[in-house]
């Protein structure tokens, strides 16, 4: 009997296989519906994060349904003005972009002259096509556009949130019922769900420092469509490592068009201080808990979850990758990936060698 059961079941290479294929099925599901994934992932981490504020209202006396209705109310305003503000400022930069091609231009023709002193041949430089002032526009206006679409699947994040904080009134004590045999899965949850909300927290409120920072930065600089590149900052620092270098070349580059290299290297050396000052010498001092996950583990999340859901699924990266590693030491066969996954590594095993108290006695 045991040899037949051996035959009917399946070895190890196939069920890796067999696994594998699942999850390229599965993977392939959610890359063609990323443009509705990812709207409900942002608007799952948001309510999450979300979720004691109206529990905030209920412990200052509130009524159960006005705090819950308050606290939902808030959310989505916030929210609604917030993706209105990215999307208008889209709209009048993809309007604004034409109007720098002669400034690209006029710098272009500045760099050949100040290289053209070089003891080889400089005559070519921005000959190719590829490089020319239109051919930049061209570039910076498609990458815009698609910027744009992806603002506008905002407002259908705005309206599932309202639908989820709704839900999230009653979720945690349906939660405990339906779970109420497995206490250690209800543990595991909430401990999740605290992660999520610390994670969106600190990097909310140090993010949003460091962006009216560079938002007055760049009013004093006078560089164009300064509270755009301010938002752009403060969405960006829920990136780590990756997310302040990507925040701050548009800023840098469209100082560098409009009043040349001394402006653009102000902007950038104060990009780099604030960021430096916010996130090595601020936050440390207000942050006990450091996000436990590898270095290695968060910028693979970035390009990979970003591949397949895109933008969203970059600023959702973190946050399913807290997931990930929950889910994977939930379970004896995957806690080895939870600890590749994390930044610190398995924890070591404490065993006690002091003598217990009958020995002691004796």
Known sequence: MTMISQQRGFSPIGRFFLTAAGAIAVLAGMRAAASFIGPILIAMIITVAWSPGSEWLRKRGWHPSVAALTGIALGVIGLGLFVLLVWTSLIQLQENIPGYQPRIAALQDLIREKVSDLPFDTSRLFANELVSPGAIVGYALKIVQRFTQTAGTLLLLVLLMAFMMLEAVRYPQKLRDALSGAPETIERLSAFGA?????????????????????????????????????????????????????????????????????????????????????????????????????????????????????????????????????????????????????????????????DHDEESR
């Not at 942050?287 to 390009?303: A, M, N, T, Y």
């Open 195 to 355: 992660s999520i909300r610390s994670y969106v927290t600190i990097n909310a409120v140090f993010g949003l420092a460091a962006a009216v920072l560079d938002t007055m930065l760049l009013l004093a600089v006078g560089v164009d469509f300064a509270v755009f590149w301010g938002v752009l900052s403060f969405l960006l620092s829920f990136i780590p490592n990756v997310g302040f270098i990507i925040a701050l070349t548009p800023p840098t580059l469209l100082a560098l068009i409009q009043f040349g290299f001394t402006r653009a290297l102000v902007v950038l050396a104060a990009y780099i201080l604030i960021n430096f000052l916010m996130d090595n010498v601020i936050k440390p001092r207000f942050v006990g808990e450091r996000l436990d996950l590898s270095p290695l583990v968060i910028v693979v999340s970035l390009l990979f979850w970003g591949w397949l859901i895109g933008p969203m699924g970059a600023l959702a990266a973190v946050p399913l990758s807290i997931g990930a590693r929950f889910l994977f030491e939930s379970f004896e066969e995957s806690r080895w990936l939870a600890h590749l996954m994390s930044d610190a590594g398995p924890k070591p095993v404490v065993v006690d060698v002091r003598p």
